[in-house]
């Protein structure tokens, strides 16, 4: 297994650096962004996964660790294959894919190429519970009101009031942190409504 690779930088591409280390070229699939930086001549650090095939041994590489263990992850979802991972991680950043996940909201992953609604979907169900919360400070705050919004369509779900929902998401959410998550917003709903108040809601 191929963790990382320290060496030369001898030709960088639009999506792709070619490095050399010990002598021997390696050309490692990368974030534009890092292609962008990457100076022929300089020596540089890849964290990197390697993707075995049978017609082919394909490196994918990464400026941070938590971004090449990010990227095994996301080929755990069903229908992620290197080249959809690799743009994952080439339009959003681990703490705003942490994000996402965490807010249930499969909007940013849409906006990646090569990847559809369902896919989509399916990183933020299945990633649920495997990432580290994102750091502090990290992405910017989800709007309110579009967190109020999920919540009380959640509410109303389980049994609630359009109005009902609508006014102790709003109550709640005013009196908690700014940018809380969709889940931590309806954990804290659910026990401001508690079991008296539910009988009056869905009566």
Do not use: N, Y
């Amino acid at each position: 297994m191929i963790s990382s690779l320290r060496g030369e930088v001898l030709h960088a591409s639009v999506d792709s650096i070619e490095i050399s280390v010990g002598g021997v070229g390696f050309t490692v699939a990368v974030p534009p962004d890092l292609a962008r930086g990457a100076r022929e001549g300089t020596e540089i650090l890849l964290h990197t996964v390697l993707i075995v095939r049978e017609d082919a041994l394909s490196l994918f590489g990464f400026a941070e660790r938590a971004q090449s263990a990010l990227f095994t992850t996301l080929l755990g979802v069903t229908g992620v294959g290197p080249k959809s991972a690799l743009g994952v991680l080439s339009a959003m950043s681990v703490d705003e894919i942490a994000q996402a996940v965490a807010d249930d909201a499969d909007g940013p992953f849409r906006k990646v190429s090569g990847i559809g609604p369902k896919t989509a979907k399916l990183i933020v169900v299945q990633l649920a519970g495997k990432l580290a919360p994102p750091a502090p400070g990290g992405t910017a705050p989800a709007s309110t009101d579009a967190t109020v919004a999920q919540v009380t369509a959640a509410l109303v779900g389980l049994g609630w009031s359009e109005r009902v929902a609508a006014e102790a998401a709003a109550a709640t959410a005013a009196a908690g942190p700014a940018g809380e998550s969709v889940p931590a917003l309806l954990r804290r709903t659910l026990a401001d409504l508690g079991p008296a108040r539910t009988e009056v809601a869905r009566g």
